[in-house]
C-alpha cells in the first residue's frame, strides 16, 4: 500500500496523510539495456516527514535517488517505464541543474566534497543558485547545526576527517535551500557518536526547518528511529512498506533487518542467509 493511502485515526477520527511532495509512479529502470535495477516500483514521500528507504547492496535504493536527481545518464541507466513526480509536475526529464533549482538536493554517498577548497569555499560552492544575501543567511544556519564546520571553516576539506566530511556535504547541500533532502547512506564508514550527531540534525530539519527527507540506509534501527514511514527493497522491488513503528515491531524486518529474534540477537551470517517469507511478496 502507497503512503498516500494511508490515514492514521486519531481519537477516532480520520487524520489524512500530509500530501506527497514526491512520488515514484510504477518506475522501471534499466541499466546497459539490460540489467533491469528496478521493477515497478511505487513510492511516495510527504511533505515534512522523513521517509526512509531500507535495503541490502544491490537493492536498487541508491538508483531511485539518481533517478530523481536527473544522473542515471551518467551509469548507462534509463528509465524505461513510469515517472517522477515533484509537487504534483513530471520531473525525470529534467536536467540535474533544474531539478536542484526546484529544491531536489542529493548528498551522495561517499560525501564527494572539493577536497582542495575550505570548509568555507564548499559552502558558497554549493550556495552559488542564490543571491549573496541567502547565502550568508544558508551558511550561518549550517554553522549553528554544525559548530566544528565553524571552528574550522579556513581548513582544506580533504584533511577533514570521514565524519566532518559528511557535515560538510549535508552543509553544502542546505546551502542550496532545498524542499526535499535526499540523503544516501550518511552513516557509512562513521563513528557512533558522529553518527548520533548527524541524525540529530536531520530530526532537526524536518522538526524545525520543516524540511522533507529522502533517507537510503543499511542501518535499518537508525533509519526507523527517525523515520516517518519506510520502505523495504529487495532485488529492485518494494517488498514491504509501513510506518516506521509498524515495521520495527514487524517479527520479519526484526528478525532479518534489525538482526533480532524470540532468541535474541542473531549473528551478521545468519541474517545474510535467511529465506525470506513468501508472504511478504503476496
Not at 155 to 161: D, F, H, L, T
Request: proline share 4%.
Amino acid at each position: 500500500m502507497s503512503i498516500s493511502t494511508q490515514a492514521e485515526t486519531r481519537g477516532g477520527r480520520i487524520t489524512p496523510e500530509p500530501p506527497c511532495l514526491l512520488e515514484f509512479r510504477n518506475i522501471r529502470i534499466v541499466y546497459d539495456n539490460a540489467i533491469e535495477a528496478i521493477r515497478d516500483v511505487s513510492i511516495g514521500v510527504p511533505e515534512g516527514g522523513i521517509v526512509a528507504l531500507l535495503g541490502s547492496n544491490g537493492a536498487g535504493k541508491s538508483t531511485l535517488l539518481k533517478a530523481m536527481s536527473g544522473i542515471l545518464y551518467t551509469e548507462e541507466g534509463v528509465i524505461e517505464n513510469g515517472t517522477i513526480r515533484f509537487r504534483n509536475e513530471d520531473v525525470h526529464r529534467l536536467a540535474p541543474d533544474e531539478l536542484v533549482r526546484r529544491g531536489i538536493v542529493q548528498v551522495p554517498e561517499g560525501r564527494r566534497v572539493f577536497p582542495a577548497l575550505t570548509i568555507d569555499e564548499n559552502l558558497q560552492m554549493g550556495g552559488y543558485t542564490r543571491t549573496s544575501a541567502e547565502a550568508r543567511d544558508r551558511r550561518d544556519q549550517v554553522f549553528a547545526l554544525f559548530p566544528r564546520l565553524f571552528e574550522r571553516r579556513d581548513q582544506i576539506a580533504g584533511y577533514m576527517s570521514g565524519g566532518e566530511q559528511q557535515m560538510l556535504a549535508i552543509g553544502r547541500a542546505l546551502m542550496t535551500g532545498p524542499v526535499l533532502l535526499a540523503l544516501d547512506e550518511p552513516s557509512l564508514g562513521l563513528a557512533p557518536l558522529i553518527i548520533d550527531r548527524i541524525y540529530e540534525v536531520i530530526v532537526k530539519l524536518r522538526d524545525e526547518m520543516k524540511m522533507t527527507v529522502l533517507l537510503v540506509e543499511q542501518n535499518a534501527q537508525r533509519a526507523l528511529d527517525i523515520a516517518d514511514y519506510a520502505y523495504i527493497l529487495e532485488t529492485g522491488r518494494v517488498v514491504l512498506d509501513g510506518t516506521a513503528a509498524r515495521l520495527s515491531a514487524n517479527e520479519d524486518v526484526r528478525e532479518f533487518y534489525l538482526g533480532v529474534s524470540g532468541s535474541g540477537r542473531r549473528s551478521l551470517r545468519d541474517v545474510k542467509h535467511y529465506k525470506r517469507r513468501k508472504r511478504w511478496l503476496s
